[in-house]
Nanobody, 124 residues
Framework: VQLQASGGGLVQSGGSLRVSCAVSGGTASSYNLAWFRQAPGKEREFVASTRKSLGLTVYAQSVKGRFTISRDNAKNTIYLQMDSLKPEDTAVYYC??????????????????WGPGTLVTVSS
């Protein structure tokens, strides 16, 4: 499966942005899908994930209540709506897929497919 993230950009602190991830070469409904991010000089970290069905989601504590992950299986796309953005949210955001690990996995190595990231910059 191939993943392609888009929608990153520059936004002011307190603003909102939605990034998308298009799934191709497979059907989104077959995969648990997640967003990770990597800030300059830091390790890649889990942001949020969504189960292939039933609409179950998991969030990192740092984004809970501000970010919302959703999926549209008919469009083979997942989204990350980011509200109340902070400068510390600045990072490259990556989408990832797994068909073997549980949907609530926060472990980088559990995800087999990754797309090129999209840069989100939050100015103070």
């Amino acid at each position: 499966v191939q993943l392609q993230a888009s929608g990153g950009g520059l936004v002011q602190s307190g603003g909102s942005l939605r990034v998308s991830c298009a799934v191709s070469g497979g059907t989104a409904s077959s995969y648990n899908l997640a967003w990770f991010r990597q800030a300059p000089g830091k390790e890649r970290e889990f942001v949020a994930s969504t189960r292939k069905s039933l609409g179950l989601t998991v969030y990192a504590q740092s984004v809970k209540g501000r970010f919302t992950i959703s999926r549209d299986n008919a469009k083979n796309t997942i989204y990350l709506q980011m509200d109340s953005l902070k400068p510390e949210d600045t990072a490259v955001y990556y989408c990832a897929a797994t068909d073997r690990a549980p949907y609530n996995s926060r472990t980088f190595a559990d995800y087999d497919s990754w797309g090129p990231g999209t840069l989100v910059t939050v100015s103070s």
